[in-house]
């Protein structure tokens, strides 16, 4: 099979048009090739391999519908640029941003209506290093409503606690990382235990639910 070939049967045709995909093609992409796609996204990025897009036309074009291909739970922090990073456009993917990508009520049902109202492919939930809101849970930070949010990180840091021998504090870069990983499988796991309807489609492989860290340094996305 020709490159241009293999590029049009994952989808990865429109990093080059910049056409907004439709349904149908939506429809046809099975979970793996839509990571193998933001895979080749994030390779892309890192290595400045970017296209410009038309994004005035997209936003006209899109009016029409959305058919994104997966939906990121992503941090707050406005140093990970999601779409960016992945090399993705308008209409491409829902992103959910929460400080902490942590799980609650309302991040569910954004899920659940991304993919089975809108029929996303895959759940990413990405953590990041130099994470704020990891530092801030380590440091036991307390101040108004962030109490609440820092909690939701804090056993992250208390199964890290259990089991990390060297310097537990945020300024130890290999424990805020161990830290962040714990907090995105935490967040996968509260996905599959609170939301029975995505953890069915997950049994049904209609969709898949992964994990990942986003390094500032390098811009490289590692899947967990």
Do not use: K, Y
């Given at each position: 099979m020709g490159e241009q070939e293999n590029k049009s049967e994952l989808g990865l045709e429109h990093i080059l048009t910049g056409s907004i995909r439709s349904k149908e093609e939506q429809q046809k992409l099975t979970p793996s090739e839509v990571l193998v796609i933001l895979k080749k996204g994030n390779q892309e990025f890192v290595e400045d391999n970017?296209?410009?897009r038309n994004n005035s036309d997209r936003i006209r074009t899109a009016v029409l519908g959305q058919y994104p291909l997966a939906v990121v739970l992503s941090c707050l922090d406005s140093r990970v640029p999601?779409?960016?990073?992945?090399?993705?456009g308008i209409g491409d993917?829902?992103?959910s941003r929460v400080a902490g990508n942590i799980v609650n009520e309302d991040i569910l049902g954004s899920l659940e209506y991304a993919c089975k109202v809108s029929g996303s492919k895959l759940i990413v939930v990405l953590g990041h290093t130099h994470c704020g809101a990891i530092?801030?849970?380590i440091d036991d930070v307390k101040m108004g409503n962030i109490?609440?949010?820092l909690s939701k990180i804090k056993p992250a840091v208390e199964k890290a606690n259990s089991f990390y021998k060297g310097d537990k504090s945020s300024k130890n870069d290999e424990f805020m990382d161990a830290v962040c990983h714990l907090n995105v499988?935490?967040?996968?796991?509260?996905?599959?235990?609170k939301s029975p309807i995505l953890k069915e489609m997950e049994d049904l492989n209609e969709i898949m639910i992964v994990g990942a860290i986003y390094d500032m340094k390098t811009g490289k996305v590692d899947f967990l």
């Open positions: 970017l296209t410009v999601v779409e960016d990073i992945f090399h993705r993917m829902f992103v530092q801030s849970a109490t609440s949010l499988q935490i967040s996968i796991d509260e996905i599959r235990s």
